[in-house]
Antibody
Framework: QLQLQESGPGLVKPSETLSLTCTVS??????????WVWIRQPPGKGLEWIGSISYSGSTYYNPSLKSRVTISVDTSKNQFSLKLSSVTAADTAVYYC?????????????WGKGTTVTVSS | EIVVTQSPATLSLSPGERATLSCRASQSVSSYLAWYQQKPGQAPRLLIY???NRATGIPARFSGSGSGTDFTLTISSLEPEDFAVYYCQQRSDSLTFGGGTKVEIK
């Protein structure tokens, strides 16, 4: 059974870089049928897509965050990662990773439980 | 960017009642529309994909319809566990979520 688990610091200082990793277990990350996605949810608010990556490293990002976001994949570790630079309090959120089925139909079918990141000095 | 708008923001209903949630895209997304349910403290769960296909394990009381710019999620008879927030999401051009509809107990 496929599982995704986010990990990383729960507290980040303003202006620093937020770094999170999503570990995929139960299946290989190396499939052309999927994209691997980061999504966040500020406290009490809705969902915001951050960006996505394929196993081969093709990426696309939310235009509103593109200048600060880097997503990478490490197939040897079955992981993908998020870096968000120059964070402010507005980046405080629960961060989720998810698998997106990408084909004739497209949807996110497996999600991690989420990890809370607070930006504060 | 395709903007996705959900209405109403809050729906107050009683168990057993029918819930009708709306999702509108600012331009056609064909059928690249999914619905997710989120309960407090939990990750979103896929309910419907490709506008009208139920995901694995989703009860038949959940149904989706629509294409182009207007979509509907219907819960035919609300169960206690259905009170939650529902998000629609388009995947036709980039990826955007609607703002959500909270289904609360009346």
């Amino acid at each position: 059974q496929l599982q995704l688990q986010e990990s990383g610091p729960g507290l980040v200082k303003p202006s620093e870089t937020l770094s999170l990793t999503c570990t995929v277990s139960g299946d290989s990350i190396s499939s052309s049928s999927y994209y691997w996605v980061w999504i966040r949810q500020p406290p009490g608010k809705g969902l915001e897509w951050i960006g996505s990556i394929s196993y081969s490293g093709s990426t696309y990002y939310n235009p509103s965050l593109k200048s600060r976001v880097t997503i990478s994949v490490d197939t040897s570790k079955n992981q993908f990662s998020l870096k968000l630079s120059s964070v402010t309090a507005a980046d405080t959120a629960v961060y989720y990773c998810a698998r997106e089925v990408f084909g004739v139909v497209i949807y996110m079918d497996v999600w991690g439980k989420g990890t809370t990141v607070t930006v504060s000095s | 960017e395709i903007v996705v708008t959900q209405s109403p923001a809050t729906l107050s209903l009683s168990p057993g009642e029918r819930a009708t949630l709306s999702c509108r895209a600012s331009q056609s997304v064909s059928s690249y529309l999914a619905w997710y349910q989120q309960k407090p403290g939990q990750a979103p769960r896929l309910l419907i994909y490709d506008a009208s296909n139920r995901a694995t394990g989703i009860p038949a009381r959940f149904s989706g319809s629509g294409s182009g710019t207007d979509f509907t999620l219907t819960i035919s008879s609300l169960e206690p566990e259905d009170f939650a927030v529902y998000y629609c999401q388009q995947r036709s051009d980039s990826l955007t979520f609607g703002g959500g509809t909270k289904v609360e107990i009346k």
